[in-house]
């Protein structure tokens, strides 16, 4: 077997294990999120982002850039007045991101996403082997 064709191999196998562990901590993640649910949210529904990000456990900032997007369905309510997410369009979202249901991307593409940033990651540490897969 050449050189090449076990590297493939290797590829390829490692894409079918990386996605494996993607999708198992994506319904891990599903789960820790709906579970925390602030019960403290607005009875009508509709979150700010400061609570979609204190749920999510990100920063304010990336909850606005998946707005900006168009990742994250929202409601503007005007200049300066910040934005309001549903319940129901964030469960949704989370579903459709995270969640391993019918219109997620397919898993293999995603662990080539991560293994290409881990590349990237590496170049610019200095790193061994920052080389794209």
Do not use: C, N, Y
Not at 9 to 25: I, S, Y
Not at 78 to 105: I, N
């Amino acid at each position: 077997m050449s050189l090449e064709r076990a590297l493939h191999d290797l590829v390829a196998a490692l894409r079918l294990e990386v996605a494996a562990f993607v999708r198992e901590v994506a319904r891990t993640e599903v789960e820790a999120i709906l579970s925390r649910r602030d019960a403290r949210s607005p009875a009508s529904g509709m979150l700010t982002t400061r609570e979609v990000a204190q749920q999510l456990k990100v920063k304010d900032e990336t909850v606005r850039t998946w707005i900006g997007r168009g990742e994250l369905a929202a409601t503007r309510l005007g200049p300066g007045r910040g934005w309001r997410v549903s319940q129901a369009d964030l469960d949704r979202w989370l579903a459709r991101t995270l969640g391993g249901q019918q219109g997620q991307p397919d898993p293999s593409a995603r662990a080539s996403e991560i293994v290409r940033s881990f590349g990237r990651a590496s170049r610019t540490r200095g790193l061994p082997g920052g080389r794209d897969v």
